[in-house]
């Protein structure tokens, strides 16, 4: 079938033109890895892996973490290349060179952890790397929309598709996920753990889902660890181990237990250690516990040698009960008690003082260092023990967690092996080891197998089982209802945020656990009170709703900042409004925002350049040099000279950054240090005066054009360009997309290093412009032009509202951005402040733009919270 066509319809064109005869045929091979072998150095990922994906069949990939699942993903999806073997598609060897090939020839992947991008809209991580287009390359955001509604329907998923995908939840963004492989229409679609963070309902969704692209012939991987959806969902079930197949079976002709037997390569009788120890005494306990907008009126103790099981839906109110007994958010009403008496937990130092221990459900991001060592990560709880004189001792970090890790059999290659480089189930093993190390009373567990194969979760779970009998007070939250049952002594159910059931181990039932955690309190017959929220509010009239969306913007803060400083400085000094000031102001401006945007280029990749200040000085003294030297050149001559010159310091620059991988802070610090030197000996000390250049080259900067200086022209020209092609085009959003999540722009394929080089060198050569610019206004330039001036850019850039961490930002901001830094510059002239002020002034200016996004952020993920809730 030669589909490459379809794919590039929309969403609505192709889904209503595939008919059962324009699908594979049940049972045909769409794809098959014959003998496949990658390695990593010395060490070998797969051996010789072999199997076929059906067309309207589900084939599940199981092993334990390690065993090759990923890495045979990333081979069939382009991501890598088999050092042995071969893929073919529809029986033709295929050597991919991109994500993005694999996926033009109808391979679709999920992986385990979303390559979405926050910053960009929902729509635009659904189209992502197969945008439909108009005329000329420009994005077809109408259609995009359009296309992203209809799947979010199919999904279930209720949002806009214009709306931020960083304002979703984790499963929310795992859904859009679905949406992204369900958009390119492709004929196998790989699903690596797509069920990790989906609660039952969204999983129950999803795998609706599944069967309605089974029925349209679509071959489907399946990668999991959780047994019951496996044989759930699965035809044939292939078994890895140690990076080789053991084998393929139907799913119906084999058991839960000979699979799990398969992947261990041992018989493994009993998933769950049995307890028999008394309890203690009371050690937690926790009245009346409220959050408003998380979850309200939460109540429960635990004892000594206690696992007291937390189950509930994702976005139930979990999680965030445990982040208020470690102390990382507070409650607004209740107590919590240990040993009997009421305790104030404020941080999470406190909570460690108290003997309270907290092991996050997100170890990429809250729990581990991942560039770091197994020994750092695993003492970083104990640092104080781990000292002499002061002084960190490498054998006293391992010898804090060497015998838990031990107990748990963490494989690694030496204690100074980088945690990146282990498997899921090993880094939550460190995780793990790192707070048991703090010798806790209390230990809070958040979904601590989640994402880890059935020998590491023995392991662990025997562990838990062994702390519990030594005394120790546990809080397991989970999302499997089989961990949930097995380990727990007592069950509290939350729902929608508030305690729906509280059950004992004899009582608790997977039917009577799934029922609290799903229905609604009516349908339960306990009708608790409502978890207190914000009234919602009736849905604006459409104008005034167009009115809320528009003050929201960073762009209407700035304008107000300008006017707050404009108002009052103008009613002191009238000189601010007259038109030699704004003419001057905005020459300034458009200068300003030439090489602004350049920054703004570099930072969307999460870098910076510190060497634009030098690179100006550097070109603005080499066009007038070369203007003075060739008077009968034509000013443009000029001009391009100062951008060649500009683009040339760019060059360098970025091949130290995307291809010599050195920080670009260091690079940039470096080079701006070269090029101020290569400009003073150049200059030798020589000013170049208006009376050495040409009389065209002056008019240049200080001409006109339909009425507007030349520089305000030129500058509003370059940024009006670069505005359009950074939202309307394929490669603008990639600029965006490199920034926003590298990893995963490198899962689809985006040429990460050829973007940030090319941002480089771009902001070279705007700043050679403004070089060119800076000389022809000027006139007299010597060793000292622009010096200083990278502070200015930067802060423009940051006020403007681009996000330092990368990958946000708009060309209207840095404008405003810019504008906002030479109001206040010019007011405090005119309002005879001291000008040494003035820097302190701008990097008082910077703390308060980046507080300012600290705070936005902070209140985003608490309205995504509430959200979850409603």
Known sequence: MDDKPMRDMSYAESASSLSPAAAPKSGEVLLRLTGATKRFGGTVAIRDVSFAIRAGEVLALLGENGAGKSTCVKVMAGVYSPDEGSVEIGGETRVWSSPMEAQDAGIAV???????????????????????????????????????????????????????????????????????????????????????????????????????????????????????????????????????????????????????????????????????????????????????????????????????????????????????????????????????????????GAAMKKGIAYVSEDRLSQSLIMDFPIRVNGSLTVLEQCTTGGLLQPEKEISAVREQLEHLKLRYASWEQEISGLSGGNQQKVVLSKWIATKPRILILDEPTQGIDVESKAAVHAMISELAAEGLAIILISSELPELLGMSDNIVVLNEGRQAATFTREEASATKVLEAATYSAEELGTAPQAVEKPAEATDPHPVMHALMHLAARREIGLAVAILAVVIPVTLANPRMLSPVNLNALFMDAAMLGIVALGQMLVILTRNIDLSVGSTIGLTAYAAAALMSANPELPALAGVAFACLLGAGAGVINGVLVAYGRVPSIVATLGTMSIFRGLHSIYADGDQISADEVPAHWLDFAGGSFLGLPMIVTVSVVV??????????????????????????????????????????????????????????????????????????????????????????????????????????????????????????????????????????????????????LS
Do not use: C
């Open 719 to 868: 940024l009006l360009i670069a505005g359009f092609l950074l939202s309307q085009t394929r490669s603008g959003r990639e600029m965006y997309a490199v920034g926003s999540n590298p990893g995963g722009a490198d899962l689809i394929g985006i040429p990460a290093s050829s973007r940030i080089f090319a941002a480089f060198v771009i902001a070279g050569a705007l700043a050679g412009l403004m070089g060119a610019l800076w000389a022809s206004r000027y006139a007299t330039v010597d060793a000292r032009v622009a010096f200083g001036y990278e502070l200015t850019v930067i802060a423009a850039v940051v006020v403007g509202g681009v996000a330092i961490r990368g990958g946000s930002g708009t060309v209207l901001g840095i404008v405003l951005g810019a504008l906002a830094l030479l109001v206040i510059r010019n007011g405090l002239v005119l309002v005879r402040v001291d000008p040494l002020w003035l820097q302190g002034i701008y990097g008082l200016v910077i703390l308060v733009a980046i507080t300012i996004d600290a705070k936005i952020a902070e209140r985003r993920e608490r309205t995504i919270s509430r959200r979850v």
């Open 110 to 348: 999920m992986h385990q952890h979303p390559g979405l991008f926050p910053d960009l809209s929902v729509a635009e991580n659904i189209f992502f790397g197969h945008f439909p287009t108009k005329g000329g390359g420009v994005l077809d955001r109408a259609a995009m929309n359009a296309g992203a509604s209809e799947l979010l329907s199919t999904i279930g998923l209720d949002i806009a598709p214009t709306q931020p995908l960083r304002t979703l939840s984790v499963s929310e963004q795992q859904l859009v996920e679905v949406a992204r492989a369900l958009s390119s229409k492709a004929d196998v679609l790989i699903m690596d753990e797509p069920t990790a963070a989906l609660s039952h309902r969204e999983v129950e969704k999803l795998f609706e889902v599944v069967e309605g692209l089974k029925a349209r012939g679509v071959g489907i991987v399946f990668v999991g660890h959780r047994m019951d959806e496996i044989f759930a969902l699965s035809d044939r079930i292939a078994v890895l181990r140690d990076g080789e197949l053991i084998t393929v079976e139907s799913a119906e002709a084999l058991s839960r237990q000979e699979a799990i037997n398969l992947m261990a390569g041992r018989e493994l009788v009993a998933e769950f250690p049995e307890r028999k120890h008394p309890l203690g005494q009371t050690v937690l306990e926790v009245n009346g516990l409220s959050h408003d907008g998380e979850y309200h009126d939460i109540s429960f103790q635990v004892r000594e040698g206690e696992i007291l099981g937390i189950g509930g839906l994702v976005g139930s109110g979990r999680t965030e009960v445990a982040r208020t007994l470690f102390g990382i958010t507070r409650p607004t009403e209740g107590e919590i008690l240990l040993d009997g008496e009421p305790v104030s937990i404020r941080s999470s």
